[in-house]
């Protein structure tokens, strides 16, 4: 998931003109980020049938999530989670008329078919957790790294092949694996690409700058330790340091 989703409170009380004014293709600052995210995410759900725009608290018929096509039986309250013409769930929605009700419980029902495709221990994995952890995270560290833009980040629920989190600084792209790993541990590889997205603001990341033993790769790993040592002791409650 882009990780901007989780900061869409943030634009709560900006004006309906001054949203449209923003372009997602070049958002400024982190909020405008966070507001581009949340639309493209509320995009997603267009494809919908509604009667008409001013019904579009109905629950649709039809609508595409995460590559998956979801579809609601109004009568008999049924749904069918699809992918590839294979059906990959199905339940009846028992929850209140509501679309924004309907949307949590398709986009759990899709969560959970993801861990159970990658083999993922949904106990371990606590990704309501996860996302908390770094909602709260985030801001901080883009302060504490005193980085002023901030790249695209992808939280991934699967595993990459090589490692748990990379930065592309071609396409200003950060991933980071948040499958089967401890939050914290999320939040340190975090720390260590976002200290990789300010060396290449800075102009000194190159293709060589990840190995081990570069000045730039020892940087990114003593950052990512330091901050979280700060972050641990300005919020004890997240580490169970206040019992």
């Not at 302060?143 to 629920?157: F, N, S």
């Not at 396409?171 to 980071?176: A, E, G, K, R, S």
Request: aromatic share 10%; charged share 25%.
């Amino acid at each position: 998931m882009n990780v901007y989703e989780l900061f869409e409170p943030l634009n709560e009380k900006w004006s309906e003109k001054y949203k449209r004014s923003i372009n997602c293709a070049n958002p400024q600052g982190f909020s405008q980020r966070a507001h581009c995210a949340g639309r493209k995410k509320n995009e997603s759900y267009s494809t919908g049938e509604y009667a008409s725009s001013a019904d579009q608290n109905q629950i649709p018929t039809k609508m595409i999530n995460a590559g998956y096509v979801v579809t609601f039986d109004p009568k008999t309250r049924h749904v069918t989670i699809a992918k590839a013409g294979k059906v990959h769930s199905q339940f009846t929605f028992k929850g209140t008329q509501s679309f924004s009700n309907y949307k949590k419980y398709v986009e759990r029902a899709i969560e959970i078919l993801n861990n159970k495709q990658y083999g993922i221990n949904e106990n371990s994995q606590k990704p309501d957790v996860t996302k908390a952890f770094v909602k709260k995270f985030l801001p901080w560290l883009q302060r504490e790294l005193g980085i002023k833009q901030l790249p695209k980040i992808e939280l991934l629920d699967k595993p990459m092949t090589t490692s748990f989190g990379s930065y592309d600084s071609e396409n200003n792209c950060l991933y980071v694996v948040t499958a089967g790993r401890h939050p914290v541990d999320v939040l340190r590889t975090l720390a260590h690409e976002l200290t990789h997205h300010k060396q290449n603001q800075a102009g000194i990341l190159d293709s060589h700058s990840g190995a081990t033993g570069t000045d730039e790769e020892n940087e990114a790993n003593a950052n990512a330790g330091i901050v979280m040592r700060d972050f641990a002791k300005q919020n004890p409650h997240y580490f169970g340091l206040d019992k």
